[in-house]
């Protein structure tokens, strides 16, 4: 209201000078200013007075690049609202109030490119007269809201022929109780037609067949480690990896997710378990250290994705240190130079390693 105190005083001013040196003329202007004032003083007064802003978003949780309905209703008080505009965050320039209306309402579809929490300052109503005499503010500080970013699962794309998991995920059961595939192998005389590559022959490849492993060897483990990214970008471009490794591996039969801080990996179930939880997780992870049990957790499963936030790192001699039969992927933004990628998701490419302690992996 200084606006409306600042014009008054003037035409205050302007009366007292009028009487002071007898000009009549300066009263004029001078009784004007003052019931400008006061008229505009009480209307922005009697509006804002019982008004009310309010927003309604249509979801806390939100994935990245998908669009959050937000809903913002503006009541004016005991007058219609004198003119003005509506502040919101969620918006991109302030959205203006029409004269004389007693509620507005918007609607607006907001998308968010990071994954993270976003704290959202509540709305505010800035109410002003159509002259711009005097002005009010309500709802501000009213509190805040958060809206929880979660991070895009992406597709996991091969880069040659086959399944980019095909040592992770789980088959049907086939010759009893061997039903997790790992991949392809030379044709041993007297195995089962059922285990037979038939695609693979029809391409030339010669006669492959089907690997398996005893059901009683563990689960896919996705590891992230968020130490050091030299960018921003290439942690969030792992976070995502790491989310669509674990999404994807946890639909085709179940998984582990080792995330950086944890003692102990946490099981997703094909079913759902457990997903929900880890992509709220998946969205607050900041640069930090690997997982202190990242040994124990890789020596229970037979393949390991080790997910790094750094470009052109290398995969832990501690997890490599493994059984002979483990198999070992690094996945890193972006490519390493010298090597060919087996798979690609979300910016980043996952390395197939040698089994066991035969592992190994250049910058």
Request: proline residues 7%.
């Amino acid at each position: 209201m200084r606006g409306a105190l600042a014009t008054g005083a003037l035409g205050l001013a302007l009366v007292l000078l009028g009487v002071a040196v007898d000009a009549e003329p300066l009263l004029v202007p001078g009784v004007a200013l003052i019931a400008l004032a006061a008229a505009s003083a009480g209307w922005v007064a009697a509006a804002a007075r019982g008004a009310s802003v309010e927003r309604e978003l249509s979801a806390r949780r939100v994935v990245e690049e998908e669009p959050l309905t937000v809903r913002i209703t503006a009541r004016a008080g005991a007058l219609p609202f004198p003119g003005g505009v509506l502040e919101d965050p969620l918006l991109p320039d302030a959205a203006p109030l029409r004269s004389g209306r007693a509620i507005a309402r918007l609607r607006i579809d907001v998308r968010f490119g990071r994954r993270g929490a976003r704290i959202l300052a509540a709305p505010v109503l800035a109410l002003r007269d159509p002259l711009g005499v005097a002005g009010r503010r309500v709802g501000e500080g009213d509190g805040e809201e958060r809206v929880l970013v979660l991070p895009r699962v992406h597709p996991v794309t091969a880069t040659g022929e086959g399944s980019p998991l095909q040592s992770g995920g789980r088959a049907a059961p086939i010759a009893g109780a061997e039903i997790e595939l790992d991949g392809l192998r030379p044709y041993r005389t007297g195995a089962p037609a059922s285990r037979i590559h038939w695609a693979a022959l029809a391409r030339g490849a010669g006669l492959l067949e089907r690997r398996l492993r005893p059901e009683g060897e563990g689960r896919p483990l996705v590891v992230l480690d968020a130490a050091g990214p030299a960018e921003a970008d290439d942690l969030d471009a792992a976070v995502r990896a790491a989310a669509s490794l674990a999404h994807a591996l946890a639909g085709a039969g179940g998984c582990s997710i080792l995330l950086p801080g944890d003692r102990r990996a946490t099981a997703l179930e094909a079913d759902g378990r457990g997903w929900p939880a880890v992509h709220a997780r998946l969205a607050l992870v900041a640069p930090g250290p690997a997982a202190s049990a990242l040994g124990a957790a890789a020596a229970g499963a037979h393949a390991v994705y080790y997910v790094a936030a750094r470009r052109g790192a290398r995969a832990p001699q501690r997890m490599l240190r493994g059984h002979g039969h483990q198999r070992i992927v690094l996945v890193v933004p972006g490519h390493l130079a010298g090597r060919r990628a087996a798979f690609t998701v979300a910016g980043c490419s996952g390395y197939v390693l040698a089994s066991g302690a035969r592992a190994a992996v250049g910058a």
